[in-house]
């Protein structure tokens, strides 16, 4: 088992920036590929980024890779999610996401194992 925890979410202002973390514990970090995915109500999970064991393949969603950055921490069991630029359509609930995988990265939630609880963030205009 794997368990994940999120921080970083909260208010923001349109335009201002956000960085959240998720920690993870119950096995050993470097064998998970881990992503960022979020949601908002009434639709499905959608997928952010994502991030190799070793942190040298990343993936980001089309739509927001030129404000994201997706890193990890091995020696801190821990990944990252930077983003830029924030816009209300960027509100909803941000998960966390461990999978023990044989790709580098992974795009499709159903491949994923773990999940967190989420951690929401609001963009105000």
């Known amino acids: 088992q794997v368990q994940l925890v999120e921080s970083g979410g909260g208010l923001l202002q349109a335009g201002g920036s956000l960085r959240l973390s998720c920690v993870a514990s119950?096995?050993?970090?470097?064998?998970?590929?881990m992503g960022w995915f979020r949601q908002v109500p009434g639709k499905g999970r959608e997928f952010v980024a994502s991030?190799?064991?070793?942190?040298?393949?990343?993936s980001y969603a089309d739509s927001l890779k030129d404000r994201l950055t997706i890193s990890r921490d091995n020696a801190k069991n821990a990944v990252y999610l930077q983003m830029n630029s924030l816009n209300p359509d960027d509100t909803a609930v941000y998960y966390c996401?461990?999978?023990?995988?044989?790709?580098?990265?992974?795009?499709?939630?159903?491949?994923?194992?773990?999940w967190g609880q989420g951690t929401q963030v609001t963009v105000s205009s």
């Open positions: 991030i190799s064991w070793n942190g040298d393949t990343t």
């Open positions: 119950g096995r050993p970090f470097m064998h998970l590929v």
């Open positions: 996401a461990a999978g023990l995988h044989p790709l580098a990265t992974v795009n499709n939630y159903y491949e994923y194992d773990y």
